[in-house]
Each structure stands twice: as C-alpha cells, then as structure tokens.
C-alpha cells in the first residue's frame, strides 16, 4: 500500500504518518494468521514494524521479533521487542531468521523496484528452511465508498477511491477516534497471483500456500 499522508496532532513518520493513529489501531485476526503459519518461539524478522501492532502480540504468544521500520518515531512505541531502524531495502543484518514478516500491505506500494528490493531483503534474511510471510491488498477491501467501518472505538470510512488503471487506485480514507479525525491518502497498486510468483522467483523465493481464505496473506519458501 502507498506510504500514507495524515493529518492530525503528534509526532508523524518520514512520509507523513500520524504515530498516534498508528499506536491505537487494532491488529485484528493478523496475530492469529502469521501465529499460526510459525513455530513455537520463533525467531522472527517484522518488516515495517510501525509502532508493534503486530509486534506486541507476537512477543506475547512467545516469539522472539526484531522490529524494523524507518521511523524512530513509530519504533519508540514498541517494548518487549529488538528494533532497528532502517529503510527495508537497505537492510543487512547479517543474521538470518525462523520466519521474516512483510506485513502491512508493503508488496502494493506503486514503485516496482521497491517492491523487489523488498522481497529481495526478506529472501536474505530467513533462514534455510524458514518462511517468509507476505500481506497483499485486495481489490474488494476498497468499496463501500462511504459506509463507516467501526473497530471498537476506531471509525474508518472510505471518503473517496479514483481508479488510475485497472491495477492501480488511488483511495482516500478517514479515521476517528476519541474525537480525532485523521485523512489518509494510499495508492495502492494490485498484484495477482502470477505477478507475486514472479516476484517470488525473481527474489529466490516460491510460494508455499495461502495462509487465509481470502488469499491476502501467503507463506513462501527460499529455493536453494
């Protein structure tokens, strides 16, 4: 998904992201999804960590993450957790990993080469044997053009979507919460399932299975 301009109070991300509205939004199924295609305690890679939504559940089900994201800002938020500050296509650890996350919908981003730099940098970073774990955005998540969606206290309502090419949208959504409003704008770029094989292959990876019904989450191997 695109890198996302907000607005509202508080500290914001390199790219324009509020760190409040960040903190209080809510994981959802993820914990449930990327726990159960792992190991018990795993040692697990979190691409684009944000401020540990995704973080904090996995440490408290027992997995060991490094979180890494580009923002100190939105890393500050994370506790129980190794962090590293960094762009993901930069990133070289030197270590290899049960299992590498790249959640958040990063495959959509519009810019092709960064999308491949940042398989690139997951294929590098599991281990032999490990999973890499990837999120993709679909096509259905974008109607219901003006219909409030509520998460417990969070409201989210899609204000406006603009169809750039058959693959590529334009969407602007809004969140409340305790009174505060934030606009997001997101370009989110759709990938089938041919064009992620190809990714997948290009990057020394294959495609093991999909990991939820709806096919937005897929589990991938490192090829030898």
Known sequence: ?????????????????????????????????????????????????????????????????????????????????????????DLHLGRTFDAVVLGSCLVNLPDAEVRYEMMAAARRHVRPGGRVLIERALPEWFTGVGEPR????????????????????????????????????QIVHFLGEATLDDYLEAVGLRRDEWITEDASWLAASPVN
């Open 150 to 185: 509520v998460w417990d206290d969070i409201t989210a309502t899609l204000l406006k979507v603009e169809q750039l090419t058959p693959d590529l949208v334009r969407a602007l959504m809004e969140y409340c919460w305790q009174g505060r409003r934030w606009t997001h704008l």
């Open 1 to 89: 998904m695109s890198r996302q301009k907000g607005t509202g109070p508080g500290a914001f991300s390199p790219e324009g992201d509020p760190v409040e509205l960040y903190a209080i939004l809510r994981a959802g199924r993820t914990p449930q999804v990327v726990d159960a295609a792992l190991p018990r305690k795993a040692d697990v890679l979190e691409l684009g960590a944000g401020t540990g939504r995704l973080t904090h559940p996995l440490v408290a089900l027992g997995h060991q993450v490094v979180a890494v994201d580009h923002s100190a800002d939105m890393l500050a938020k994370i506790e129980g957790a190794e962090t590293v500050l960094a762009e993901i296509p």
